[in-house]
């Protein structure tokens, strides 16, 4: 990840699921959310990788080794655009989409 020359994106579902962490109360972050998304993220290299029609229908056929909804969607982003994924959740192995952590 820390090579520039890798391309590296983050998920608008990965914002979604910290929005509403931060609003149950279930996470805290050190800066704002306002300056992260996109801010932060964009300041050290990242895009932000849309969901399309595309990773929606990649879900259908998804395995249910995982329930999580946020992290099915990512699945179905690296698989459809034939990314890394970055995660330590060993769930995630299953699907047989390559994993960095």
């Given at each position: 990840?820390?090579?520039?020359?890798?391309?590296?994106?983050?998920?608008?579902?990965?914002?979604?699921?910290?929005?509403?962490?931060?609003?149950?109360?279930?996470?805290?972050?050190?800066?704002?959310?306002?300056?992260?998304?996109?801010?932060?993220?964009?300041?050290?290299?990242?895009?932000?990788?849309?969901?399309?029609?595309?990773?929606?229908?990649?879900?259908?056929?998804?395995?249910?080794?995982h329930r999580d909804p946020f992290d099915?969607?990512?699945?179905?982003?690296?698989?459809?655009?034939?990314?890394?994924?970055?995660?330590?959740?060993?769930?995630?192995?299953?699907?047989?989409?390559?994993?960095l952590w």
């Amino acid at each position: 990840m820390e090579d520039q020359t890798n391309e590296r994106y983050v998920s608008h579902a990965t914002a979604w699921e910290i929005a509403i962490k931060l609003s149950l109360g279930k996470l805290e972050i050190e800066v704002p959310f306002d300056a992260l998304f996109p801010g932060v993220l964009s300041a050290n290299g990242f895009s932000v990788l849309q969901s399309d029609f595309r990773h929606y229908r990649a879900l259908l056929e998804l395995p249910f080794h995982h329930r999580d909804p946020f992290d099915r969607l990512l699945i179905a982003q690296a698989k459809v655009e034939d990314m890394t994924l970055v995660t330590n959740d060993a769930n995630i192995g299953a699907y047989g989409v390559p994993l960095l952590w």
